[in-house]
């Protein structure tokens, strides 16, 4: 066995081992541990990340059983990516939660409320093994598991936030379930006709299938399952209450990458598992409609909120729909040639990593400020930019992300996405782009702008208070994935050649 | 042997209870009926992936080991929703306090 393969093995069962162990331990030895951890993790990502940059595709089979009852994990191109984002988010967002306890939600004594959940830590370990598991797998059945690892994890996550997450997490809950259950059902008939639960398998199984009806039932169930949990429109109601109850160090591993996990199995069911269907192409059309709605209607829902942390987490749902909005053209390219469905995928794989950076780091800076002012009002929050330079830098940078201006994944992203449709002719996908820009910068604008006005805040206002020094270390974690906004736009081309790596043209 | 009519009528069995259970979860405001609508939706699909299992005359092993873990997980939604929903009930009944466990 190489490093490398080691190295996949141990990013799947390291986390989880580590989540089991914290456990057993203190509260400040968890905070160390899950410190360790997360260098540890982010250490097994690089040989993984460097192999894939020499073109080599990593594989293991754990134990030696092979397909179809064994374990396959494989590191390809769209594996090495997600892995080197969360990584990066994983290991801030873990540093910034041990240095502002506070941010990991509120526990009931004896006697009274405490800021800080000692139940952070094995949670989120968890959440990260199941994470990188969903990254790697090989089989449909692994992907399942892991998904419902993250799942469920991240519900328990949300609750941690105290009394006012309660609720918001149970209808998490529910909804992460149902889809779930419906992505089961999928996999289910998928296995029945197959007989195999490997993703290679599965495709050259279906491929002599002559009746189409039955993988286009159960590709119809496995994107409306997973669509509920990647919260495309008309089904992301769950989301705003859930990322905006969480405490300050958990949402934006809810919408930074927990999100990402459900499209990572919906890229995978939809481009390795199964082959071109007759049919396919209407789901992805509808899909890409909704994609289309969620931009507009998120974007104006985002206009219209008078909180930070609801703000950020409805400009996620807009974010999400331009994923969807590249499945149509996704789809050319099996019919038409490979290049013009590589861009689109390329593009959709840009826009989302680069969504994982700038928006964890603009979910960490509107939970500093909450944490900080006592509430995300923006109408409270006037002026607040005055004691946080930094931080306010760093949100621009982050923002300049999510807008997609150059130089960032943001306007990769965008600009692949761009020339994929005027290669395929879809001149309406650009309207769309301009339409979403547009609206993202005025509500980006909304949610920064008070920041920066001057205002006179009272003397005995918790914000008026002298900051402390960690604090101060909290903003870095902001002003890295600021950062890294900026940085990863230079990696477009990079990411391009990694991704062809196991793809499945 | 099962025969093929068994099949179908489990089958037919499986899609109702994941209807029923479906449409209960979305339209029923109280909490724990809500959670019950989930379990009979999940009890609906795993029956479903053991009538498909039993097509053969020996049961598929790759559907059995998936109904198996859908199981586990069904433990593990329920206990995490049956705690929330103590939780938030305990909440609304002494207004504020909350549950200690």
Not at chain 2, 42 to 67: K, N
Request: hydrophobic letters at 55%.
């Amino acid at each position: 066995m190489t490093f490398t393969q080691f190295s996949l093995g141990a990013l799947a069962l390291l986390p989880l081992l580590a989540a089991a162990l914290t456990m057993l331990l203190p509260h400040p030895v968890r905070r160390a541990l899950g410190v360790l951890v997360a260098l540890l993790v982010a250490g097994f990502t690089a040989p993984v990340l460097g192999s894939v940059t020499s073109g080599e595709l990593t594989e293991l089979v754990l134990g030696g059983f092979d397909a179809p009852l064994g374990i396959h994990l494989r590191g390809d191109g769209l594996a090495a990516v997600f892995l080197g984002v969360t990584s990066l988010v994983g290991v801030v967002v873990t540093g910034y939660a041990a240095v502002l306890p506070k941010s990991t939600g509120a526990h009931l004594s004896a006697t009274s409320w405490v800021t800080s959940h000692p139940g952070f830590w094995p949670l989120w370990l968890g959440c990260w093994s199941g994470l990188n598991a969903v990254y790697l797998s090989g089989d449909l059945f692994n992907l399942y598991v892991s998904l419902e690892l993250v799942g469920l994890t991240a519900v328990a996550l949300v609750a941690v936030g105290g009394q006012s997450a309660w609720e918001p997490a149970l209808r998490y809950l529910f909804i992460a379930v149902l889809g779930s259950l419906m992505f089961l059902a999928g996999v289910g008939l998928l296995a029945a006709v197959t007989g195999t639960l490997d993703l290679h398998q599965t495709r050259s199984q279906l491929d002599e299938l002559e009746d189409p009806t039955l993988p286009l039932l159960a590709l119809t169930l496995i994107t409306v399952g997973l669509a509920m949990k990647v919260a495309l429109l008309p089904m992301h109601r769950w989301l705003v209450p859930a990322h905006s109850a969480a405490p300050s160090a958990v949402s934006p591993i809810l919408s930074g990458v927990v999100i990402k996990a459900a499209l990572v199995v919906l890229l995978r069911c939809w481009l390795w598992a199964l082959p071109a269907v007759p049919g396919m192409q209407w789901l992805a059309w509808l899909l890409g409609g909704l994609g289309v709605a969620a931009v507009l209607v998120g974007s104006v829902l985002a206009l219209r909120q008078d909180r930070l942390k609801p703000l950020v987490a409805y400009s996620t749902v807009a974010q999400i729909g331009y994923w969807f909005v590249a499945f149509p053209l996704l789809l050319h390219g099996e019919h038409d040639g490979a290049p013009l469905g590589s861009g689109a995928y390329n593009g959709l794989v840009a826009l989302a990593a680069g969504h994982a950076i700038a928006k964890a780091g603009l979910f960490t800076a509107a939970g500093f400020l909450k944490d900080r002012c006592g509430t995300d009002k923006m109408s409270a929050l006037r002026g607040a930019g005055a004691h946080h330079p930094v931080l306010i830098l760093a949100m621009g940078m982050c923002a300049v992300g999510l807008l997609g201006l150059p130089i960032s994944l943001g306007f990769t992203g965008k600009w692949q996405l761009a020339t994929a449709a005027v290669g395929a002719e879809q001149w309406w996908v650009l309207l769309v782009v301009a339409a979403g820009t547009l609206l993202s910068a005025a509500y980006l604008l909304r949610g920064i702008a008070p920041l920066l006005l001057q205002a006179e805040v009272p003397e005995n206002a918790p914000a008026a208070g002298p900051v402390r020094g960690r604090e101060r270390l909290g903003e870095i974690a902001v002003l890295i994935f600021g950062v890294a906004t900026i940085g990863t736009g230079l990696l477009g081309a990079w990411l391009g050649d990694l991704l062809e790596v196991g793809a499945w043209w | 042997m099962v025969s093929v009519d068994t099949i179908s009528w489990y089958l037919l069995v499986s899609t109702v209870m994941i209807i029923f259970g479906t449409v209960r979860l979305l339209l029923v405001r109280d909490l724990l009926a809500r959670l019950i609508a989930l379990d009979v939706t999940g009890i609906g699909v795993l029956l479903a992936l053991v009538a498909l299992a039993a097509r053969s005359e020996s049961s598929d092993p790759v559907l059995q080991a998936l109904v198996i873990t859908g199981l586990v997980i069904a433990v593990a939604f329920t206990g995490l929703g049956a705690v929330l929903i103590r939780r938030i009930e305990g909440l609304r009944e002494d207004g504020g306090g909350g549950d200690r466990s």
